[in-house]
Structure formats: structure tokens, C-alpha cells
């Protein structure tokens, strides 16, 4: 990684962590252009669509990412992703609420965006345990030193 892909990595994550999800993905697209074959760039820029609630742009960026991946011969790798991306990128319908429901608490955007967050590093953590137990990680041996 470049110095300037890695100075515009940061800037993204710094921009993000302020709430300007639209900044980093400016940020992150200038680091796909100057990149376009580093994976963690497709990666995080289709992260930074989803938290921004763009679905079809997480999708065709997600697409990309994994589109990379298998050509690199990361078939396993692609296909944990590949799940990982059904499970995060699904359209969630729209309910309406009858007028006579109960008044109900709705979230702050702060709240929402959050749980998104909450959300995506929880997904990334059983996409994680996934690929460790698919590979046959020791991790999970009983007994004898780590």
C-alpha cells in the first residue's frame, strides 16, 4: 500500500467515526482510483455504502470486491464474502405503522447508525469464526498450548 492509499485510508476512517459517511466514500473512491486492485479499499468503500444506507452502491462495490478476489484465486475467501454480503445487503421492506399503534420511540440517526455499525461488526466476526472453522483453525483445540 502507497503511502497516499494509506493517508486516504485514514482520512476515510477519520471522516466516518465523524459521521460524514459521504466524505468517506469520496475519500474512499479517490483510494479505489489510485488502487483499484487493493482489496481493502473495495472492501471498506462497500462498508461505507452500506452505513450510509446506499444498498445498490454497496452491492455493485461489494461486487467488485469479490469479482477481485476470485480472480486472484481467493475462491474461499470470495465465497465467505459472498455470504457475508447476502446477509448485509438485503433489502428490508418498509412497513407502514397503523395510525392507531401506540406511539413508538423511533432512533436518532446517531442511534441508527450505530446499530448499523453494531450490525456490520457482528456479521464480520461470524464471516471471521466462518472462514477460521472452514480452514481448519486450531483455535478451537481442546487442550495443548496456543
Given at each position: ?61 461489494y ?22 454480503a ?16 401506540p406511539?413508538?420511540h ?41
Amino acid at each position: 500500500m502507497t503511502g497516499e492509499l494509506g493517508a486516504l485510508l485514514n482520512d476515510a476512517a477519520t471522516v466516518s467515526r465523524a459521521g460524514d459517511h459521504s466524505a468517506a466514500i469520496a475519500t474512499l473512491s479517490s483510494a479505489a482510483r489510485l488502487g483499484p486492485d487493493d482489496l481493502t479499499v473495495h472492501r471498506r468503500l462497500a462498508a461505507a455504502y452500506a452505513v450510509a444506507g446506499d444498498l445498490e452502491g454497496a452491492r455493485r462495490e461489494y461486487h467488485r470486491f469479490i469479482t477481485r478476489l476470485a480472480l486472484r484465486g481467493s475462491i474461499q475467501a470470495a465465497a465467505i464474502e459472498r455470504s457475508y454480503a447476502k446477509v448485509l445487503l438485503v433489502p428490508r421492506p418498509i412497513t407502514q405503522v397503523p395510525t392507531e399503534a401506540p406511539a413508538r420511540h423511533e432512533l436518532t440517526e446517531d442511534q441508527a447508525r450505530a446499530l448499523r455499525r453494531v450490525a456490520v461488526a457482528v456479521i464480520a466476526i461470524a464471516a471471521t469464526v466462518t472462514a477460521m472453522i472452514v480452514a481448519g483453525a486450531q483455535i478451537f483445540a481442546s487442550g495443548g498450548a496456543v
